[in-house]
């Protein structure tokens, strides 16, 4: 699988939107991009993923760079509940199911 | 909550002996996995199972095995455990076998190897 790059931490403010970046420049054409957080004590948890175009769901924005060498993880309004390790991993076609988790980056979300 | 459950919440036991993780997927999902989260080597995927047959491996040691019954529920049994086993232990499962599924996790076990 190919590897994504992360910055260790970020922190942001309640309410106010975060952006969060990942850099996969070696990705393949058939790459998904998944998006996952693990909440302190808690288990991971799935939260987005895309091949291609922008996605959006309840809980965030997948913003994929046109080439697809990045993506950036939009929370629209981050709440101290958003504070967790986010975790960018790309899933090849064809590829084992599982996923690999990198070392993530841990979100602090100021009140 | 993820609607995957994992049996016992923590479990602490001593070197040497073997114990067995319970895992009950989400109703429906077909895909049981198994990863290992240790402080110094992070989150590591160890085993797949898809509808009773296992479909991937990964780190999983030769002391380590699972299975996946008939009615979809996944054991995790560790044998001859070392202190280094101590670690959290989740399950997740997924719908099927497509790269587009996502996984739901389960709370983990917390074994303890004294």
């Known amino acids: 699988d190919a590897k994504t790059t992360q910055p260790n931490s970020m922190e942001s403010n309640e309410e106010e939107p975060v952006h969060l970046p990942c850099n996969h420049s070696?990705?393949?054409?058939?790459?998904?991009i998944h998006w996952y957080r693990q909440l302190p004590s808690q288990g991971p948890e799935y939260v987005i993923h895309?091949?291609?175009s922008n996605v959006n769901n309840r809980m965030a924005s997948l913003a994929i760079a046109e080439d697809r060498k990045s993506s950036t993880l939009i929370l629209h309004r981050a709440t101290l509940r958003d504070a967790a390790v986010y975790y960018c991993i790309l899933k090849s076609q064809g590829g084992s199911e599982k996923l690999v988790f990198g070392k993530g980056m841990k979100l602090t979300v100021n009140p | 909550d993820s609607g995957v459950t994992q049996t016992p919440k923590h479990l602490i036991t001593a070197t040497g002996q073997r114990v067995t993780l319970r895992c009950s997927p989400r109703s429906g999902d077909l895909s049981v996995y198994w990863y290992q989260q240790s402080l110094d080597q992070g989150l590591q995927f160890l085993i797949q199972y898809y509808n009773g047959e296992e479909r991937a491996k990964g780190n999983i040691l030769e002391r380590f095995s699972a299975q996946q019954f008939p009615d979809l529920h996944s054991e995790l049994n560790l044998s001859s455990l070392e202190l280094g086993d101590s670690a959290l232990y989740f399950c997740?499962?997924?719908?099927?076998?497509?790269?587009?599924?996502?996984?739901?996790f389960g709370p983990g076990t917390r074994l303890t190897v004294t």
């Open positions: 895309g091949l291609t």
């Open positions: 997740a499962s997924s719908a099927g076998d497509s790269q587009n599924n996502e996984q739901y």
């Open positions: 070696t990705i393949s054409g058939t790459d998904y």
